[in-house]
């Protein structure tokens, strides 16, 4: 929603002044009517000024529910997992199955220090962006991973180019997303430094639409912050992109990425560097 620049009511005061300006063409040797043309633009005015005052509240009224009724799913959400982990613990409790226990607690112990670093990423933007995407999103699933002690570098405009860059990634995987997909639809996020600068590796698990639309797009949400090092297919899929990545991968000494649990479904694998000015530590 953007802030309303002229409603009804200013468009009636301003069409309103053609008759005080009429009058003050027909009979230009009087006063009076140049007097009620400036009094009646004054009116006009102050009636603008108050029409546009309590349209931008209404506005800001509309905008507050919509933020606290966002919160109240993403928090319902969060409140949700916790209520499962533990009435699962407390299963294995009550079952004395303290090997399972501990697995489960080992599990919330890792969610919770994940969370902890996205927080930490360096930019309130994406954070704010990727802690609350669940609440955002009913056709696609994120699971984030940052590097311990990991943050965006450079300064103010560039880190705030990269979280938008991220942002637009991860937008334009979701607006393709099969919805309904059968095995649901897995966006992984990797983040680490390397020695170019932040490196972020994702990996999709599920069916996209117009493959050649979220290139274009990436490139679009990428321009001036980063670029694409590869893409490849994986899950039986083939195609180009899946040789010719490993052959670029051979050529410049780049270790192939080892095979993991989401790359045994359809789907695709990218790597995005944003370079950094400064050296990887």
């Known amino acids: 929603m953007r802030a309303k620049h002229f409603t009804s009511w200013s468009a009636a005061a301003a069409a309103s002044l053609v008759l005080p300006a009429v009058l003050t063409a027909v009979l230009p040797d ?32 509309r905008l507050a529910d919509e933020h606290r009724r966002f919160w109240l799913q993403a928090l319902s959400q969060q409140r949700h997992d916790w209520m499962n982990d533990l009435q699962i613990l407390y299963g294995y409790l009550r079952l004395q199955k303290l090997h399972n226990a501990m697995e489960t607690l080992d599990r919330i112990r890792e969610r919770m220090e994940r969370e902890s670093r996205i927080s930490r990423l360096g930019s309130s933007e994406l954070a704010y962006f990727l802690l609350s995407f669940r609440a955002l999103s009913d056709n696609l699933r994120l699971d984030v991973r940052v590097d311990e002690r990991l943050s965006l570098e450079g300064s103010e405009e560039e880190r705030q180019r990269m979280a938008r860059a991220v942002i637009g990634l991860v937008e334009a995987v979701r607006s393709r997303a099969a919805r309904g997909a059968e095995t649901g639809n897995t966006l992984r996020l990797d983040f680490r430094r390397g020695e170019e600068g932040l490196e972020l590796r994702l990996e999709f698990a599920g069916e996209t639409a117009d493959e050649e639309g979220l290139r274009r797009e990436w490139d679009r949400a990428l321009a ?36 993991g649990p989401v790359r045994k479904q359809p789907g695709w694998s990218a790597e995005v560097v944003f370079p950094c000015r400064r050296k990887a530590e």
């Open 30 to 61: 009087a006063r009076w009517p140049a007097l009620l043309l400036a009094a009646w633009a004054l009116a006009a005015a102050i009636v603008h000024a108050e029409s546009m005052r309590r349209a931008n509240r209404r506005l800001l009224a």
């Open 224 to 259: 001036g912050a980063g670029r694409i090092r590869a893409f490849w297919r994986h899950g039986g899929k083939g195609g180009e992109d899946g040789p010719a990545a490993e052959r670029s991968r051979a050529g410049s000494g780049e270790v192939a990425p080892e095979a």
